[in-house]
């Protein structure tokens, strides 16, 4: 903090905080928050199978439901949550209260067997979700 006092007795003190330490402060956070926010979004781990045909997904979508290969269930609309296929209705139907975008997002393993999917979809379909996108890998074609 810097200040000046002055001997004569109509000048006042004056006293004026020094500002650029805290800027470079909050310029070193800006930074670690912006390399560290996309690798807190990734979500579960699930091995995507491929496609060709794809469309792009938007960046942060509101409710994804991930199954990983041994059929265990994380659905994320709030906050990423583990739930039983018992109760994937009524936690889809919570997750759709707020959310802007009735749409909900697939993130299904690779190695899952086929069974697991329609019973997981039959649960979609009970809670009344019509929109399902089905996140896969782009493909890469034979020239690159």
Not at 105 to 120: M, P, S
């Amino acid at each position: 903090m810097g200040f000046s006092v002055s001997l004569n007795e109509k000048e006042t003190v004056k006293s004026e905080p020094n500002v650029v330490p805290l800027c470079d402060v909050l310029l070193v956070l800006l930074i670690i928050f912006m390399v560290v926010t996309p690798l807190v979004q990734k979500g579960v781990d699930v091995q995507l199978p491929s496609a060709l045909n794809t469309t792009n997904m938007p960046d942060n979508p509101e409710v994804v439901l991930s199954i990983k290969a041994d059929g265990t269930l994380f659905l994320k609309a709030q906050k990423e949550q583990r739930v039983a296929l018992d109760g994937l209705s009524s936690a889809l139907e919570e997750a759709f209260l707020t959310a802007s975008e009735k749409k909900l997002y697939l993130r299904a393993d690779q190695n899952l067997e086929f069974g697991k999917i329609i019973d997981v979809i039959d649960k979609i379909r009970e809670a009344g979700i019509e929109l399902v996108g089905i996140i896969t890998e782009r493909k890469a074609t034979e020239g690159e």
